[in-house]
């Protein structure tokens, strides 16, 4: 069995309406399906979207390898990269068959590669490609069709091209925005700097949603705390985190009782480390490497006491050959240590005084 069947793959999509209040980035190399299960453990609600998937990887590749995902991860989106309506229809249909939940189309990657395919952020200068896009994946499947872009490309700054874009793609069919709140420039920024270096600029995002209100619109770029997202809800409707979803990924265990209304007590840290056990056995079992999963959760205990020795005891240990759960098992003893010794500092439970010598 290879690491691709080792989960069981789902076929049923949810049933009920998609809630889009909090959802966490497509992010390629990072949100494979093993960080999507182990953010899961995290958040019960929170809309998960796998990497950027392209139409020729799924209609000419290993389609399972790339689309096969875990029960556990509802509800799920498939990102797709691409721009012909016949290619990312027949996707759509697949992926419908695989039980995702939403299909989103990228308009917001700046890279070279994506941008010789004619997709991704340079989509933004063809609303009436990406319309006819749109229109052919909702004529195909049920399911929401989102886009995921940017407020807009290289120099275009004007508002009124952003509306274009939206209002054009929104008559197609479009069922939410999640909009990267900067532009992409498409010449001489990697897409790293690309997701750094044009400034943030919010109020692009809320002037759509009062522009649009009957439309939805997940706003992202530079979100990091509670506060935030708290401010940001104020004005659109979901918030969409990235980078520090993955490097914070406890961040998340507040927002099933914040923003979805659950009243069950969050798992500790330590707990969801243990949830993790299983699926990763079952991983290795089927042929995964351990650092293929055990380096998304690197920064569960960002922030703690110990996060450092736990992250440098994974690094270092889950590369070697034949490494297996028992590294995880030691770095969860020792995060047990640490939180032992926490609490106790925190109960101010002190060592037993030393009994005074008699002279
Ligand atoms: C490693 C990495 C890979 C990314 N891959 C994708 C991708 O496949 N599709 C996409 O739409 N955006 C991708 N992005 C952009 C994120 O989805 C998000 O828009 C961006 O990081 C800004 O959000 P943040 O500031 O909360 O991280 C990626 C970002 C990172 C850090």
Known sequence: MTASTAHTTSKTKTTAPLQRRISIAPMLDWTDRYCRYFLRLISQHSLLYTEMITTGAILHGDTDYHLAFDEAEHPVALQLGGSDPSALAACAKIAAQYGYDEINLNCGCPSDRVQKGRFGACLMKEPALVAQCIAAMKDAVELPVTLKH???????????????????????????????????????????????????????????????????FIINGGIDSIEQIQNHLEHVDGVMLGREAYHNPYLLAEMDALF??????????????????????????????????????????????????????????????????????????????YCRATSAAQNNERPPAPTPVKG
């Open 150 to 216: 940017r407020i807009g490309v290289d120099n275009q700054t004007s508002h009124a091209e952003l509306e274009d874009f939206v209002g054009c793609t929104r008559n197609a069919g479009c069922d939410a925005f999640i909009v990267h709140a900067r532009n992409a420039l498409l010449q001489g920024l990697s897409p790293k700097d690309n997701r750094n270096i044009p400034p943030l600029i919010y109020d692009a995002v809320y002037q759509l949603k009062r522009s649009f209100p009957e439309s939805e």
């Open 260 to 337: 979805y209304g659950q009243t069950e007590q969050v798992s500790t840290r330590l707990e969801i480390l243990e949830s993790f056990l299983p699926f990763a056995e079952q991983a290795l079992a089927g042929g995964a490497r351990l650092h293929h999963l055990s380096r998304h959760i690197l920064g569960l205990f960002h922030g703690q006491p110990g996060a450092r020795k736990f992250r440098r005891l994974i690094s270092e240990k889950a590369h070697q050959d034949n490494a297996g759960i028992e590294v995880l098992l030691e770095a969860m003893a020792l995060m047990s240590n």
